[in-house]
Antibody, heavy 120, light 107 residues
Framework: EVQLVESGGGLVQPGGSLRLSCAASGFTFTNHWMNWVRQAPGKGLEWVASINQDGSDKKYMDSVKGRFTISRDNAENSLYLEMNSLRTEDTAVYYC?????????????WGQGTLVTVSS | EIVLTQSPDTLSLSPGERATLSCRASQSVDRYLVWYQQKRGQAPRLLIYDTSNRATGIPARFSGSGFGTDFTLTISSLEPEDVAVYYCQQRLSWPPLTFGGGTKVEI
């Protein structure tokens, strides 16, 4: 059974930093692109970042470029999102999502999400 | 960036009725259009990928159609458990991967 378990969310002041983690199990981690997708309170879904199987290719939405860093540890079957210079508009539930196989960039499995609140 | 526009915002129907949800792209996405279902308080769930392919475990009452810029998700006979927000997503041209704003289905 595929499982994605996020952790690391919480309350942080504007300008602060946070590191999200996603523990993956139930599938061959190194076969899949991995992603972060977020959802602001009461709003829709927004893709944040993606990383390829060996970590050599990373993509970001424009508003987080230079502030967020996606990474993975294939030995630990883990995905990370380092978030710096946080803004109030980054407040959202952050989901870890596994892409389908190969280069199919849609989200086949999702974690339950971790809430990040940026507020003073 | 490809913008996806979903309509209507809200669809209010009775059990057993047919639900038709629309997703329109600002430019062609070929057949690379995906649908998700999100129930209140839950993570999204993959419903349909590449226009018309149901994901594992998705009931046959869910179907998708379309090509290019106009796509439809149909629920042939609405069940109470289908109450949710439905999102479309394009995967042809990225970054960014983009979602529509969602259609809320209520009974």
């Amino acid at each position: 059974e595929v499982q994605l378990v996020e952790s690391g969310g919480g309350l942080v002041q504007p300008g602060g930093s946070l590191r999200l983690s996603c523990a993956a199990s139930g599938f061959t981690f190194t076969n899949h692109w991995m992603n972060w997708v977020r959802q602001a309170p009461g709003k829709g879904l927004e893709w944040v970042a993606s990383i390829n199987q060996d970590g050599s290719d990373k993509k970001y939405m424009d508003s987080v470029k230079g502030r967020f860093t996606i990474s993975r540890d294939n030995a630990e079957n883990s995905l990370y999102l380092e978030m710096n210079s946080l803004r109030t508009e980054d407040t959202a539930v952050y989901y870890c999502a596994r892409a389908a196989g190969g280069a199919d960039h849609y989200f086949e499995y999702w974690g339950q999400g971790t809430l990040v609140t940026v507020s003073s | 960036e490809i913008v996806l526009t979903q309509s209507p915002d809200t669809l209010s129907l009775s059990p057993g009725e047919r639900a038709t949800l629309s997703c329109r792209a600002s430019q062609s996405v070929d057949r690379y259009l995906v649908w998700y279902q999100q129930k209140r308080g839950q993570a999204p769930r993959l419903l349909i990928y590449d226009t018309s392919n149901r994901a594992t475990g998705i009931p046959a009452r869910f179907s998708g159609s379309g090509f290019g810029t106009d796509f439809t998700l149909t629920i042939s006979s609405l069940e109470p458990e289908d109450v949710a927000v439905y999102y479309c997503q394009q995967r042809l041209s990225w970054p960014p991967l983009t979602f529509g704003g969602g259609t809320k289905v209520e009974i």
